[in-house]
T-cell receptor
Framework: KQEVTQIPAALSVPEGENLVLNCSFT??????LQWFRQDPGKGLTSLLL?????REQTSGRLNASLDKSSGRSTLYIAASQPGDSATYLC??????????????FGSGTQLTVLP | DTGVSQNPRHKITKRGQNVTFRCDPI?????LYWYRQTLGQGPEFLTY????????KSRLLSDRFSAERPKGSFSTLEIQRTEQGDSAMYLC??????????????FGPGTRLTVT
């Protein structure tokens, strides 16, 4: 069974700092990995999706990397801003019969960027 | 706005009551998913539809839960005889689909259920 772990569970940084969020998964047979943002009491906003054949994806100040063989992904946020404060969730879609279409999520990293 | 919509956004109910939630997917999406998220955890998969067919159900979906997608468009999730442990955010997502292709899922804002 696929398990997804995110470290740290919470992170507080001063504005302007660059930071890295970590995600690890136990089954390397994945279709893709996706990073989401979730504001308190809200739904999920997709940030970046990395296909299994890709090594990284970039969008603005965000860069996500994928090392499938080691079961790891990182989300790099450059020049953090208070508006980046949210919970960041990592999710993978596993290649296995019967479960190919669902996402398996980590518990998230709660990020606070202090002004 | 043509994104995924969910209603109601919040529901407070007493233990033992039945509740029903609705999800309207993006119009051209034929796949629809339900997830449940408890406080401090990531979402967990409940069930998945392709058109009107319910193709996959998680073990989390006890017999008190039932989901339908009668015309392959909107979906409803009903919880019978609610328990306090059912308190959670219920998220709906939709995607394109066809054969073995994997498409990105788009999430709605969720329905927050509180069982008192």
């Amino acid at each position: 069974k696929q398990e997804v772990t995110q470290i740290p569970a919470a992170l507080s940084v001063p504005e302007g700092e660059n930071l890295v969020l970590n995600c690890s998964f136990t089954d390397s047979a994945i279709y893709n990995l996706q990073w989401f943002r979730q504001d308190p009491g809200k739904g999920l906003t997709s940030l970046l999706l990395i296909q299994s054949s890709q090594r990284e994806q970039t969008s603005g100040r965000l860069n996500a990397s994928l090392d499938k063989s080691s079961g790891r992904s990182t989300l790099y946020i450059a020049a953090s801003q208070p508006g980046d404060s949210a919970t960041y969730l990592c999710a993978v879609r596993v290649i296995s019969s019967g479960s190919a279409r669902q996402l398996t999520f980590g518990s998230g990293t709660q990020l606070t960027v202090l002004p | 706005d043509t994104g995924v919509s969910q209603n109601p956004r919040h529901k407070i109910t007493k233990r033992g009551q039945n509740v029903t939630f609705r999800c309207d997917p993006i119009s051209e999406h034929n796949r629809l998913y339900w997830y449940r998220q408890t406080l401090g955890q990531g979402p967990e998969f409940l069930t998945y539809f392709q058109n009107e067919a319910q193709l996959e159900k998680s073990r989390l979906l006890s017999d008190r839960f039932s989901a339908e997608r009668p015309k392959g468009s909107f979906s409803t999730l009903e919880i019978q005889r609610t328990e306090q442990g059912d308190s959670a955010m219920y998220l709906c997502a939709s995607s394109l689909g066809g054969g073995s292709q994997i498409y990105e899922q788009y999430f709605g804002p969720g329905t927050r259920l509180t069982v008192t």
